[in-house]
DNA sequence: GTGGTCTAGACCACG
DNA sequence: GTGGTCTAGACCACC
């Protein structure tokens, strides 16, 4: 599994863990019963504390979307998609209505709107490709 | 001036606060020279502690928004309107970039993100006329 | 609120904190809106360290017994008491299962178990008025 | 001889093992120079790792309780029924003392106490005839 | 002052 | 090797 960090976006390093692993169940990149990496390995490649890798984890157990076996790691729960489906647009859906509501109240018009996703799609699409090339 | 805080939305009340005196500026609700609600004011309207306003204040001080005129208050700068309009779209903007990346990252379709928008800012329109009402 | 921490009984240190704020709110010992002491003075009058605390008050206020309120610090949910005293005795409750389901796999009698609890219950009891002393 | 594990209730699963052996000894379900099942058969019919079924019986022959003969196994010693008759209440004592201690700290009564005991006790008989039906 | 996050490093229990 | 707990100490945002 991959894990982008993204120090400063103002997103706690732990939720954006747990954000992305549920992502992942979402999108059948974690199957039921795989494994993830270890808290030390995904502290290594994040470059980020292993303590808090850990609390991501302990969270996502807490959700039941990874179950703990004692001295094996941590797997994706049978109940871990169903979970993981659904909040997989609301998790964008809640970001997104913190950012329309402000600009409504600020008196931005849904054509300004739509102009900047688009126009921010197509921008973050072309870096996406530059980044995998 | 009216002022909405959300608290729980990810962004600081302070920061919230400069915010919305910017769009308020962008959008001519306040004028140059006019003077704003004291802190004291703007906190107990907003049931929000005075610290909070002051420092939200402060920040658009040295921003050059606000000008203190001693022993009348704080008023909109000359230059408030050139700044604050620039920042209009740009204040959304950058929000709207880190909900599309993270989007984007996580195999949400382009379609799936305007249907988000259009829903979020339908129901958000709905839902400010029923406050107004 | 006094707390007592057994290091070494086997239960996390941040769980007899929780055990014993929802023992206190169950009790009446603490009330509905009460400010329960901040994690550090906890912290030092437990001497525990600050982030154990913290985790403690951290689950409780996942589990709705207490709110956090920025920069002020954290009360008793007007949920809590319902909460807390629905566990009241099933906390005891728990751990004595698991003692007792032992003593009745392996042949103890549930004389033996009476008599057993009643001589620490009596022991227990002269140790607290001795401490109390 | 029949062990049962009851992953997460506190006790380490070799500690577990430990007791469950000690405790068949002290009712002659277990004699002097009787061999014990195989590490290997233990842990397949427990379904717990070999290691773990490995360390109870390191820590029992180190306690005097089981003692290892070249070519055959492990057997229970001589002095086996003394040690863990002694132990036999000694074992229950101890637990039941950390709950009731964490009881009457919590202002439970001895009466809910005894309540708590009974109820149990006499669910767990109840069950503990089902699982041999 | 408050809680929240993060890092670094230790020890333990389990496999 | 695994996860879990705990400590110590730092910085931040907010009141």
Chains 1, 2, 3, 4 share one sequence.
Not at 63 to 69: D, E, F
Not at 105 to 123: A, K, P
Request: aromatic share 4%; hydrophobic share 40%; glycine share 6%.
């Amino acid at each position: 599994m991959i894990c982008h960090i993204d120090a400063g976006n103002g997103i706690p390093i732990y939720e954006q863990i747990e954000r992305q692993v549920k992502f992942a169940v979402a999108n059948g990149w974690l199957l039921v019963g795989e494994r993830i990496p270890s808290v030390r390995d995904l502290a290594t490649q994040t470059a980020v504390n292993v303590n808090t890798v850990s609390r991501a984890y302990r969270d996502l157990q807490q959700q039941g979307v990874l179950i703990a076996i004692r001295g094996t790691g941590m797997v994706i729960s049978g109940q871990a998609p169903q979970i993981c489906k659904q909040d997989r647009l609301e998790m964008i859906r809640e970001r997104l209505r913190s950012v329309l509501q402000e600009a409504l109240q600020n008196q931005i018009s849904v054509g300004e709107i739509r102009t900047l996703v688009d126009d921010e799609w197509h921008q973050l699409s072309q870096d996406q490709k530059t980044d995998e090339a």
